[in-house]
């Protein structure tokens, strides 16, 4: 194609360039965020995926957190789980990635 420009590339996508200054030497916590916006828009469907072997966010502190965020029991109803033999990046084992697009699939047809 030829395309040209004078923009510089970023190879990471901008991945990595946080600012955790907010939170320094705390445990950061975004569940009260997400209950807010679950408690603002009752519609809300909530899905979470986790690999079993991911160190970073292990899959049972994400049923923790949503089982201690006080919700109600029409809005616990709308937060989902799936799990995959997978570490942190759930979409790499080629199995994982296929059933992953599956259970999205049938995620967003259903709500």
Partial sequence: ????????????????QWNYNNVQNKYLNASELLRQAMSKNPNLKVWVIAGYYDLATPYHAAEYVVKHMNLRAEQKEKVSFTYYEAGHMVYMPKDCMIQLNKDADEFYKKN
């Fill in 1 to 16: 194609m030829k395309y040209k420009n004078d923009l510089p590339y970023d190879f990471s996508g901008g991945v990595g």
